[in-house]
């Protein structure tokens, strides 16, 4: 499920997994910068120009089913419904800063975000959780995905000494560093094919084939993804320029949590001073607040920023 908001308007766009979520927000680019740069409508609100041909006059469809069949609906249905009933969605809005700043720091804008979600995480759950990242594999026929794995021991160690006044200010930026170049080192594999899961995955599928056990697959793969992460692209479409139009700025779209006590945190790098974050939680889960974990975010990405403007006024730095 994939919610789309714009600044002002609000709506809502429906696909499976199996869909492409980068088409889906190409498009939804090519629809926003249409309605805004086009003039297509009157002052009373209708399409300007006269249709081609007359369209046919709508016919409902006769269906006839058996009871068993209307019975499935039904209930899948109700089974359908009673998960979207569970579903609490939080879109924040990051506007003190963007990418804009993260370039004066000199690291990976996707690096840096990740590194506040394992922060915001800490904090919230008290404990560090494995974390799902989505990277694209279109550098080979037919790529999809590959995972990322942003939870690492570099970025624990930074996290815990974000958490540590023992700690000084340059010890926390050199932390942070080599945490994010570990992440943009597990991203740059992912993309080339060098990531682990989707090859974990097939093992497991082959393993069922042929009716062998492996407890280690077993394993590896009943570790819930607790935090579960993504980030849509934007400007995708390179037909305007955000700050001369910035009505032309979709928040992009989210997903729900993987694990029962997780999240589901899509993020958005929308402009130089704009991130948006989709975040999801379960409102059966004790565990879990998205509207908690979102103050989280706040926080940490506050932290960082605070972090950096320290390190350059020691260094007399921009």
Not at 141 to 155: A, K, L, N, Q, Y
């Amino acid at each position: 499920m994939i919610f789309v908001c714009l600044l002002k308007v609000c709506s809502r766009l429906d696909s499976v997994h199996r869909g492409d979520a980068a088409v889906m927000s190409h498009v939804w680019e090519l629809v926003v910068t249409d309605e805004t740069l086009l003039i297509r409508y009157d002052e009373n609100g209708n399409c300007i120009g006269k249709p081609e041909i007359e369209p046919p006059v709508p016919l409902r469809l006769q269906w006839e089913m058996k009871s068993e069949c209307q019975t499935a609906i039904n209930m899948a249905v109700t089974a359908a419904q009673k998960l979207i009933d569970d579903i609490d969605l939080r879109i924040y809005v990051h506007d003190h800063y963007g990418k804009g700043f993260v370039k004066t720091c000199k690291l990976s804008p996707d690096a840096y975000l990740q590194m506040a979600l394992q922060l915001a995480y800490y904090r919230d759950a008290g404990k560090f959780s494995l974390t799902y990242e989505a990277s694209m594999t279109r550098l080979f026929r037919e790529g999809r995905t590959e995972t990322v794995r942003p939870c690492t021991v570099e970025s624990s160690a930074w996290v815990k000494a974000m958490e540590d006044k023992s700690f000084s200010t340059e010890e926390r930026v050199k932390l942070l560093q080599v945490a994010c170049m570990q992440h943009q080192i597990g991203y740059q594999d992912a993309m080339c094919g060098k990531g682990i899961d989707r090859h974990l995955f097939c093992l497991y599928v082959v393993s069922k084939y042929l009716e062998v056990d492996s407890p280690f697959l077993k394993e590896v793969l009943s570790e819930p993804w607790r935090l579960s992460t993504s980030q849509t692209p934007h400007g995708q479409t390179g037909r305007v320029d955000p700050r001369e139009h910035p009505n032309c700025i979709s928040a992009g779209g989210g997903f729900g949590p993987v694990a029962d006590d997780g999240y589901g945190v899509s993020y958005i790098v929308a402009g130089e001073d704009i991130i948006f974050f989709h975040i999801s939680h379960k409102k059966s889960s004790k565990q879990t607040d998205c509207h908690r974990f979102a103050l989280n975010i706040e926080r940490a990405l506050a932290d960082m920023k605070k972090l950096f403007e320290d390190y350059k006024m020691m260094n007399g730095t921009k």
